[in-house]
């Protein structure tokens, strides 16, 4: 089992729709969680951190489920300015140490 | 400035060539990294400093030779490299050794093409 896995996709999604994606991790002693941004042939941003309890910032919803080893992001209402590259990551060795990423997903959302 | 700047943006060079990328944070953080990623690839961590000490080098090849004076500098020297060395070179940064809660924050970059 990969570190880090995530749907490459391409998902093609129509504005306004809600889109989720899911990674899967395969330490169970990982302990920090983050969704990155990266636009094509530009550096990753982080979008968002995940907390155990889960957490919201605008039309993104981001939560873990440490039972099952995954995390997902959700995004509504989609704009176009959403196509991107999403990118699960992970302190996949666990300790709060250096993160692992995975392959990303892409997003693109048609007018 | 602000941020994590690298230079240059882009770099074409031959395989007998050496070259330097260069990274500057300017966000007091204590942790640097180079990330390589290649088409289709999920980044891959190359080096790690840590208050200007190297604490890890994930096994990569001796021809990529990193250099960290300070916190706030980080250099990457490029020797004699290959064909498959193409690929976006990402420099980050992190308050101290470890995502914490923000992440890391990175640079925009440098495209680099060996021919």
């Known amino acids: 089992r990969k570190e880090v896995e995530q749907d490459p996709g391409p998902f093609n999604v129509p504005e306004g729709a809600t889109v989720a994606f899911n990674c899967t991790y395969s330490?169970?002693?990982?302990?920090?969680f983050f969704w990155y941004r990266q636009d094509c042939r530009k550096e990753p941003k982080l979008l968002m951190s995940?907390?155990?309890s889960g957490n919201e910032d605008g039309r993104f919803t981001a939560q873990l489920n440490r039972a099952s080893q995954y995390i997902s992001l959700l995004i509504r209402d989609s704009k176009l300015s959403d196509s991107a590259t999403y990118l699960c990551?992970?302190?996949?060795?666990?300790?709060?140490?250096?993160?692992?990423f995975g392959t990303g997903t892409r997003l693109t959302i048609i007018p | 400035e602000t941020g994590v700047t690298q230079t240059p943006r882009h770099l074409v060079m031959g395989m007998t060539n050496k070259k330097s990328l260069k990274c500057e944070q300017h966000?007091?953080?204590?942790?640097m990294y180079w990330y390589k990623q290649s088409a289709k690839k999920p980044l891959e961590l190359m080096f790690v400093?840590?208050?200007?000490?190297?604490?890890e080098n994930n096994s990569v090849p001796s021809r990529f030779s990193p250099e960290c004076p300070n916190s706030s500098h980080l250099f990457l020297h490029l020797h004699t490299l290959q064909p498959e060395d193409s690929a976006l070179y990402l420099c980050?940064?992190?308050?101290?050794?470890?995502?914490?809660?923000?992440?890391?924050?990175f640079g925009s970059g440098t495209r680099l093409t060996v021919v």
């Open positions: 966000l007091g953080h204590n942790a």
């Open positions: 400093y840590n208050f200007k000490e190297q604490t």
């Open positions: 995940v907390y155990s």
């Open positions: 990551v992970v302190d996949a060795l666990g300790g709060n140490e250096k993160l692992t």
């Open positions: 330490n169970s002693a990982s302990q920090s």
């Open positions: 980050a940064s992190s308050q101290g050794l470890g995502p914490g809660d923000y992440g890391y924050t």
